[in-house]
Nanobody, 120 residues
Framework: HVQLVESGGESVQAGGSLRLSCEGS????????MGWLRQAPGKEREGVAS???????TYADTVKGRFTISKDNAQSTLYLQMRSLKPEDTAMYYC???????????????WGRGTQVTVS
């Protein structure tokens, strides 16, 4: 069973930066597709970024050029560096792990509880 714990979410002003982290149990990140997804109140959950076992990454158009996904396999930690934050980035951000083709539509089977990002 994969356990994921997110951290790093907080309230920031527009234009600011944040780095989210997701710690996983065991040798998680070299065996799974890892992703960051978010859900704002009243909106559907959307994929933000994903990173495959080989390090290939995919981004939503809304965050391209502003967000960077990365991972440290040895530390079983996933990161999301967010820059130039906008109010529309406000959401609960979730870390997830899945198998198969790795992109924003991956069937993520394991989820963390989320970390709140608020941009004002």
């Amino acid at each position: 069973h994969v356990q994921l714990v997110e951290s790093g979410g907080e309230s920031v002003q527009a234009g600011g930066s944040l780095r989210l982290s997701c710690e996983g149990s065991g040798r998680t990140y070299d065996k799974w597709c890892m992703g960051w997804l978010r859900q704002a109140p009243g909106k559907e959950r959307e994929g933000v970024a994903s990173i495959a076992m080989d390090g290939r990454s995919t981004y939503a158009d809304t965050v391209k050029g502003r967000f960077t996904i990365s991972k440290d396999n040895a530390q079983s930690t996933l990161y999301l560096q967010m820059r130039s934050l906008k109010p529309e980035d406000t959401a609960m951000y979730y870390c997830a792990a899945g198998r198969g083709h790795c992109d924003l539509q991956t069937d993520f089977q394991h989820w963390g509880r989320g970390t709140q990002v608020t941009v004002s």
